[in-house]
């Protein structure tokens, strides 16, 4: 799963816990959308979580009341984000040919 996923998941999450959609409109964008975690990663675990919540709410071991604060538990813990950064070497000729510069900048995968 992308990290943009999970930044989703944790956006529909509030609209259920703000009251702007119902658990029912959450369970229908949530299950087809996380489909095929595996919970090889931090975002995948986030959505094995949700889902044994649900499946605990749905079967009447968890009240509603419960699954929210486990929601509430989930958006408090740290988001972690990855960045991924390429090194890039410019060399600038500054003083002319017997004194160049280079400049080693860091800047994000694919940009130049």
Not at 6 to 23: G, N
Not at 28 to 36: E, H, N
Not at 60 to 80: D, I, M, Q, Y
Request: net charge negative; no cysteine.
């Amino acid at each position: 799963m992308s990290p943009e996923l999970s930044l989703e998941i944790r956006d529909q999450l509030r609209k259920y816990l703000d009251d702007k959609i119902s658990l029912r409109a959450f369970q229908d964008w949530f299950v087809p959308a996380t489909w095929d975690a595996t919970e090889d990663s931090e975002e995948d675990r986030l959505a094995a979580e949700v889902e044994h919540w649900l499946a605990e709410y749905t079967s009447g071991v968890l009240p509603e009341e419960k699954l929210k604060e486990r929601f509430h538990a989930s958006l408090k813990a740290p988001l972690r984000l990855v960045l991924s950064f390429t090194t890039v070497t410019r060399r600038i000729d500054v003083g002319g040919s017997e004194s160049p510069t280079v400049w080693v900048g860091t800047v994000p995968a694919g940009g130049s």
